[in-house]
């Protein structure tokens, strides 16, 4: 048997595993999406009426337009904090470097649950964050805007979301050539100069890559906006939960959530062809 | 670089870590404070929360079902994920692009969305929900952490090593079974601890297809919905601690023999 044979049979459990597990529930939502529903009853015959229901509902449209933009805050907010913490990592740290990369990702090992649980217990009203300063004397009166707003549903997604930030742009700082930025700086460059011209541009693809990756969490994500968002929590995701739960309208759920994949689809397309591009890419898929 | 940046990186590093680690080491604070409230000052010590929830019969129930998840899901992820890096690293599969981008969709796509297209399937399907379905739920979102840190361990192994074998005779099973296989051995272990990990912490996807038997991070969910209490925190730093504890083995696995 041939190598190519042989790569090809340990292949095949896994495409059949994904494909069942994955693909085909995917499938079914597609195929739900077009369906539509009579009180209690599912009727299976194909119309548009959902996607149109979609289209038309400022409500929907707003919420998804939301879970993109507020994705993308935190990939830019993750991005500029990120890119010190890599270059400190890859360019400063001679031994223990691991150390550091371990230490960025034990937070992530706690759970979903656990962490969004500490930050109520650090944010809340009557929390530890308030009443430290109470106590200590620089505020009188707690800050109730600490916990249940937006800001409070940002650093939490940030919180969650830097370590995969700072692992993408890490792999790019590891092979970025420090010749370059020193031949830069003889040249003439200061040091905003040499990073916008230089740094940035070489460190693209981890900046890609590690942001693909926070973007499709941080647009997934209801859990966090439903528990320290408070009233602001209402996401695309939970407004598709509910028509899953409670109001049934599973075929309407499914043309949601099937707008929100394509819309998805379409970045990840964008940033495949961005990172096709890039040397290091097309030596993990290799054979070209 | 000018003189300050050599202060202000390092102190800059030095803030984002504590971030990191500022909530988890709030619950560790509070877990063993002596009141029922999260606020300072501190009331005193107390192991009180942590022999709350050690003598809690409906956590312990929880912590069980987790682990009979967790065991199964883990060892399948981890012989997958073996599967699948040895095609994508070992072998010229023909589809090779195409396979990579599939063993990356289970991570790709939003769990929530995932979840529901799932509960779909089953209920068309009119497959009950069980610790199966969520045996088989986690194993395929977890494969992809699993296949690339198998993969990263692999893709280190220098191939001439074991065409070297094929010169001194060794049949193709025979070269995998002793040259690839102890080489590619700690990855498996290291991915075997990861998914363990990522399997007891898994919230969203489990919370979805479970039944009746529900794990851990679905009873403390439901807990944490109604009401925050220093026994939640406790039970928090005991799963902090045990994932640690997990992943701390993997990694010193993983990284005994990289040098």
């Known amino acids: 048997m041939s190598r190519t044979a042989i790569g090809n049979w340990l292949a095949a459990p896994i495409v059949a595993a994904i494909a069942t597990i994955c693909l085909a529930p995917l499938a079914i939502l597609f195929l739900f999406s077009f369906f539509s529903v009579d009180f209690v009853n599912i009727v299976k015959e194909p119309t548009f009426k959902n996607y149109w229901t979609i289209a038309s509902s400022s409500t929907y449209r707003g919420l998804i337009a939301q879970a993109f933009l507020s994705a993308l805050v935190v990939v830019c907010i993750t991005g500029v904090i990120g890119h010190p913490v890599a270059y400190f990592i890859a360019k400063r740290v001679k031994s223990a470097k691991s150390a550091f990369l371990v230490l960025l990702l034990v937070p992530l090992y706690t759970g979903d649950l656990v962490r969004i649980f500490a930050w109520r217990v650090l944010l809340g009203t009557e929390g530890a964050l308030n009443t430290l300063l109470l106590w200590v004397g620089v505020i009188d009166v707690p800050i109730e805007a600490l916990l249940f707003s937006p800001l409070a549903t940002h650093v939490v997604l940030v919180y969650n979301f830097l370590p995969f930030m700072v692992l993408g742009l890490w792999l790019s700082y590891e092979s970025l050539d420090d010749h370059l930025l020193e031949a830069a700086g003889d040249l003439g460059a200061s040091g905003m100069s040499a990073f916008r011209r230089v740094t940035f541009p070489l460190t693209a693809p981890g900046l890609i890559a590690g942001g693909l990756m926070v973007f499709v969490m941080a647009v997934g994500e209801y859990l966090t906006p439903q528990l320290v968002g408070g009233a602001s929590g209402i996401t695309i995701i939970s407004a598709i939960n509910d028509l899953f739960g409670t109001a049934f309208d599973w075929p309407l759920g499914s043309a949601i959530a099937w707008t929100m994949l394509a819309i998805l689809g379409f970045f990840f397309a964008a940033s495949a062809v961005v990172l096709g591009r890039t040397n290091w890419a097309r030596a993990v898929v290799g054979g070209e | ?259």
């Open chain 2, 1 to 259: 670089m000018q003189v300050p940046t050599k202060v202000a990186l390092p102190g800059f590093i030095g803030l984002i870590y504590a971030f990191m680690y500022l909530p988890v080491l709030v619950v560790l604070i509070f877990s063993f404070n002596n009141s029922e409230v999260f606020a300072f000052p501190l009331q005193g010590f107390t192991l009180q929360w942590y022999l709350d929830v050690l003598s809690d019969a409906r956590l312990a129930k929880g912590f069980g079902i987790t682990m009979m998840v967790a065991l199964p899901v883990s060892i399948l992820s981890t012989l997958m994920g073996a599967l699948a890096a040895l095609a994508l690293t070992r072998f010229a599969t023909s589809f090779r692009r195409f396979f990579l981008v599939l063993l990356l969709i289970p991570f790709l796509i939003p769990k929530a969305i995932l979840a529901m297209a799932q509960l779909i399937l089953l209920s068309e399907l009119g497959v009950e929900r069980s610790l199966i379905t969520v045996i088989t739920a986690q194993t395929v979102i977890i494969l992809p952490f699993a296949s690339l840190i198998i993969a990263s361990v692999l893709i280190r192994i220098d191939p001439r090593l074991e065409e070297a074998a094929a010169d001194l005779g060794a049949s193709r099973f025979s070269a995998f079974r002793r040259v690839t296989m102890p080489l590619m051995k700690n990855g498996m272990m290291a991915a075997f601890f990861i998914a363990f990990v990522l399997s007891t912490s898994e919230f969203v996807l489990t919370s979805f297809v479970s039944g009746r038997e529900q794990p851990l991070s679905v009873l403390v969910a439901s807990d944490f919905r109604f009401n925050i209490a220093p026994t939640l925190d406790a039970l928090a730093i005991l799963i902090v601690v045990g994932n640690l504890a997990l992943v701390a083995i993997g990694e010193l696995i993983r990284l005994r023999d990289k040098y």
